[in-house]
């Protein structure tokens, strides 16, 4: 009998996004319980935190059999370690994880940004701050000189850093442009088969964002 994981999060992309992306792109089995932001994740949050079903009133979280895992890394880090997508060595390892990392410091400036009200003032200086960002990437992908992040073959890190890079290229098609390297390996995880054909299904969350913009 194959596995099959459960994974629940509002009908958006944001933090979901890498573990669907994850999923996708290694062929592994999964449902969602995709929750609608107001009443009915106020019901699912109050439920899930007095059954543990919600740890900790956050989301995503993912099934794991019997075992409920919340924290979007904590969740990245588990499937990596179960479905060998964390490094082949000890530096793939630690490089993954300071990836990830770096992914996570791009999504800090871009949702400070894009749930403003003011957000359409912001977003200059946010541009500026993402092009330092980007030209900081470029850099390590030069010098690290693979096709992925840590590697010949994606690791879990690549998946959230891709649904960083989408994020931002949406917002501004010619924001990665500059970037050779950069441009070059968006692309190259985007077009991958198994993404590019869940990139084009009806799988994907239409909206970005819990905001309409992004």
């Known amino acids: 009998m194959s596995h099959e994981y459960q994974l629940t999060y509002f009908n958006i992309r944001g933090l979901g996004e890498p573990i669907r992306l994850l999923f996708e792109d290694n062929g592994i089995k999964y449902k969602e319980q ?21 740890p900790f009133g956050q989301m995503p979280v993912l099934q794991d ?8 890394g904590a969740i990245l880090r588990h499937l990596a370690r179960k479905h060998n997508l964390y490094g082949d060595s000890e530096e793939e390892r630690a490089l ?8 996570n410091d791009l999504r800090t400036p871009y949702v400070r940004m894009i749930y403003n009200d003011s957000w359409k003032e912001m977003l200059p200086e946010y541009l500026e701050t993402a092009k330092k960002q980007l030209e900081l990437l470029e850099k390590y992908l030069n010098r690290r000189g693979k096709p992925y992040v840590v590697g010949d073959k994606p690791c879990f890190a690549d998946y959230n850093l891709l649904a960083m890079l989408d994020c931002m290229h949406r917002l501004k098609e010619d924001l990665l442009d500059p970037f050779e390297l950069v441009n070059k390996y ?6 991958r088969p198994p993404l590019a054909a869940y990139f ?15």
Request: charged share 25%; glycine share 10%.
């Open 200 to 214: 084009q299904s009806n799988r994907i969350p239409q909206k970005i964002n819990n905001v309409p913009r992004g």
């Open 186 to 191: 968006y692309g190259r995880m985007k077009q």
């Open 34 to 54: 995709r929750v609608e932001a107001g009443e009915q994740w106020q019901k699912v949050k109050e439920e899930g935190v007095s059954s543990g079903k919600v």
């Open 65 to 72: 059999g019997s075992m409920y895992l919340a924290q979007s």
């Open 96 to 103: 993954a994880d300071m990836m990830n990392d770096f992914a």
